[in-house]
């Protein structure tokens, strides 16, 4: 299946590999490699991710993932008829309701 992100969810991933590369360099590749894993891994099974009780009314059927090597941040993604649309990458300490609200994410952008 095909696996699209959202722009905001490009921006969080740049984001989070920034924020590894100015401590690690290493650990900002093991992330990038660990998304890739991620990224195939929702291609193939679409519905693996963890249900996000938290998601707006428009963004039912919300599920998320981790990324492989980093636990704690997360795909946030909605499983479509012709693939997977990943919406944000989050570090799952955030207040996801806060960062899922109505105006983070646009209805549609595929």
């Known amino acids: 299946m095909r696996v699209r992100f959202r722009r905001q969810a490009l921006v969080d991933a740049d984001e989070v590999f920034a924020y ?36 707006p009314r428009g963004l039912r059927g919300m599920r998320s993932w981790p990324v492989p090597g980093f636990p704690s941040v997360l795909l946030l993604y909605l499983p479509r008829p012709h693939g997977v649309s990943i919406l944000r990458v989050l570090h799952g300490a955030r207040d996801l309701a806060v960062e899922l609200g109505a105006s983070s994410i646009p209805a549609e952008e595929e």
């Not at 891994?41 to 963890?50: A, C, D, M, V």
């Open 20 to 55: 590894l590369g100015d401590s690690s360099r290493g650990a900002a590749e093991g992330f990038a490699i660990g998304l890739e894993s991620a990224v195939r891994r929702l291609g193939t099974y679409p519905r693996i991710g963890h249900p996000v009780p938290t998601a």
